[in-house]
């Protein structure tokens, strides 16, 4: 089992609509959630990230997270074809265990947003 | 503030050659980590550097090597290249290491091509 798992996609949304990205992680000692997007060619960029379970709105972005579940989504209301992006999850542990402090990221998912 | 600054942005070498790629961090930030993209395996994390010492390492070999100057600058370095080290090679900051809650910043990468 990969230690985060992104759904796969590509995923395509019409112009305007919410694009939904999913994120399951297997380390329940994990404590941070970070998004970034990246486009081709470009550097990952930070978009959000999210400590606590619930949700946490910037704009038109909002992550959700479940930690019971092992669950983080980000949604994007409105979508925009600049969105059309790789998104990438990232995940991080606390203090302790050989993975400490480190990033672990998803392979991402593409999406695009089409007029 | 200026970003994180990597050089050479490209990079040819032949196998059996080694590279030095350079890395410089948003001012003020105290710890570096490397990664290592592919189409194949997403971003892999390599090490972390914080305070000149290293503080994590991913599952790379030995000959992936990095250190961290006074001034924060960092240096990754890859010797006896082989044909699968063909990668983005990116560098993050952060303001401080990766066991806490900080974002990382990412430079523009170091696309290296081995021939």
């Known amino acids: 089992q990969k230690e985060v798992e992104q759904n796969s996609g590509p995923l395509s949304v019409p112009e305007g609509a919410i694009a939904s990205l999913n994120c399951t992680y297997s380390?329940?000692?994990?404590?941070?959630f970070f998004w970034y997007r990246q486009y081709s060619g470009k550097s990952p960029e930070l978009i959000m990230f999210?400590?606590?379970?619930g949700d946490k709105e910037d704009g038109r972005f909002t992550a959700q997270l479940n930690k019971a579940s092992q669950y983080v989504s980000l949604l994007i209301r409105d979508s925009q074809p600049s969105d059309s992006a790789t998104y990438l999850c990232?995940?991080?542990?606390?203090?302790?265990?050989?993975?400490?402090?480190?990033?672990?990221f998803g392979q991402g998912t593409i999406l695009t947003v089409h007029p | 503030k200026a970003g994180v600054t990597q050089t050479p942005r490209y990079l040819i070498k032949t196998r059996g050659q080694q590279v030095t790629l350079s890395c410089s961090p948003i001012?003020?930030?105290?710890?570096v980590s490397w990664y290592q993209q592919t189409p194949g395996q997403g971003l892999q994390f390599l090490f972390e550097?914080?305070?000149?010492?290293?503080?994590n390492k991913g599952n790379f070999p030995g000959r992936f090597s990095g250190r961290q100057f006074s001034n924060s600058r960092s240096e990754m370095n890859v010797s006896t290249l082989e044909l699968g080290d063909s990668a983005l090679y990116l560098c993050?900051?952060?303001?401080f290491g990766q066991g806490t809650n900080s974002p990382l910043h990412f430079g523009n990468g170091t696309r290296l091509t081995v021939t």
């Open positions: 993050a900051s952060s303001l």
């Open positions: 380390d329940r000692g994990s404590q941070s």
């Open positions: 999210i400590y606590s379970n």
């Open positions: 990232a995940v991080k542990r606390s203090a302790g265990g050989t993975s400490y402090g480190k990033l672990t």
């Open positions: 001012s003020g930030h105290r710890s």
């Open positions: 550097y914080f305070s000149e010492t290293q503080r």
